[in-house]
Nanobody, 117 residues
Framework: QVQLVESGGGLVQAGGSLILSCAAS????????MAWYRQAPGKQREMVAR???????SYADSVKGRFTISSENAKNTASLQMNSLKPEDTAVYYC???????????WGQGTQVTVSS
């Protein structure tokens, strides 16, 4: 089993910044990717940013140029630097990872990010 623990959510004013962190632990041999998703009230969960084990990054169009994902493969951690936050970024943010060996997907419990206008 793999456990993901997120931290760093909170309340911030529009235009502000937050950093989310995620640590994976448990039966990990290697991860194919780590990612951040978010889900706003009444909306579907959407991928925000993903980074693969080779360092390839992808972002949702809505956050390109504002958010940056990074990871430390050796420590199985990932971070999401969020700048120029907007009220529409308000959501529960979830850490996600995919096991390289099994393809199993794991999710964290989520952390609330609220951006006030």
């Amino acid at each position: 089993q793999v456990q993901l623990v997120e931290s760093g959510g909170g309340l911030v004013q529009a235009g502000g910044s937050l950093i989310l962190s995620c640590a994976a632990s448990g039966s990990i041999f290697s991860l194919a990717s780590m990612a951040w998703y978010r889900q706003a009230p009444g909306k579907q969960r959407e991928m925000v940013a993903r980074i693969t084990s080779s360092g390839s990054r992808s972002y949702a169009d809505s956050v390109k140029g504002r958010f940056t994902i990074s990871s430390e493969n050796a420590k199985n951690t990932a971070s999401l630097q969020m700048n120029s936050l907007k009220p529409e970024d308000t959501a529960v943010y979830y850490c996600n990872c995919i096991s390289w060996s099994t393809g199993t997907e794991y999710w964290g419990q989520g952390t609330q990010v609220t951006v006030s206008s």
